[in-house]
C-alpha cells in the first residue's frame, strides 16, 4: 500500500484525478487547512501545483509560510515535495522551503537540456524535449540541477533530512511514470 498523497490547493481541481489515475491516493487540502496551528495530516508526499504563488489563482503562499517549520519538519523526517511555478514574478516564491531557491517568471517554450541519468529525469518520460513549455526558472538555489533552458534551472533536485522536493517550472503535468514512482511507499509522515 502507497502512502497518502497531499495536493495542497483552493478547491478541487482536475490535477487531483490525474495523479488518482496514476494509482495514487490523492487528498486535497485547502490553504486555511493548512495554516491552522491544529492541522496535523499524514502523508508521504505534498504537491503544490503550478500558481500557487499568484493571488488571481490561489491563497496558498500565505499558508506555506505560516506552515513553513511543519513542511521543514516533513522533510527532514522523509516527506517528499513536488513544487511547480509560482505563476508570477517572485523572488520570494519559495522562501516557505527550507532551503535557498529564487525564481524568475518567463515563459519559455523549446528545448531543455536534461540529466537523463537522474531519476527525477522521469518526469519528462512522455514529452519531447524540445518542444516543452516552462512559465520560468530558477537563478539561485541550493539543489541539483536535473534540467535546464538556456536561460537556466527549470527542475532542481534537493534532498533534505530523510526526505527530498522536486522543484519545477515545467508548465505540464508531470509524466505518469514519475509521479506513480515518486508517490511510492509506505511511510507516511506528519505535516
Given amino acids: 500500500m502507497s502512502a497518502v498523497t497531499c495536493l495542497l490547493w483552493d478547491e478541487k481541481t482536475m490535477f487531483s484525478r ?101 531519476r527525477c529525469a522521469l518526469l519528462f518520460s512522455e514529452f519531447n524535449l524540445s518542444e516543452i513549455e516552462c512559465d520560468g526558472f530558477f537563478p539561485e538555489h541550493e539543489g541539483e540541477v536535473v534540467a535546464r533552458t538556456r536561460d537556466g534551472a527549470v527542475l532542481v533536485y534537493k534532498a533534505t533530512g530523510k526526505g527530498e522536493a522536486v522543484i519545477t517550472t515545467i508548465h505540464e503535468y508531470p509524466s505518469r511514470a514519475f509521479l506513480t514512482e515518486f508517490c511510492s511507499g509506505t511511510s507516511e509522515i506528519l505535516l
Fill in 18 to 118: 490525474f495523479v488518482e489515475e496514476c494509482g495514487v491516493t490523492c487528498e486535497q487540502v485547502t490553504p486555511q487547512l493548512l495554516a491552522t496551528p491544529f492541522f496535523r495530516g499524514r502523508y508521504g508526499v505534498l504537491i503544490i501545483p503550478t500558481g500557487f504563488a499568484n493571488p488571481s489563482y490561489s491563497r496558498l503562499l500565505p499558508a506555506l509560510r505560516a506552515s513553513s517549520s511543519r513542511i521543514r519538519k516533513f522533510l527532514e523526517n522523509g516527506g517528499r515535495i513536488l513544487v511547480f511555478g509560482p505563476g508570477i514574478d517572485r523572488k520570494d516564491a519559495y522562501d516557505w522551503l527550507p532551503f535557498r531557491v529564487t525564481y524568475t517568471h518567463r515563459k519559455q517554450e523549446g528545448g531543455i537540456e536534461c540529466s537523463r541519468s537522474h
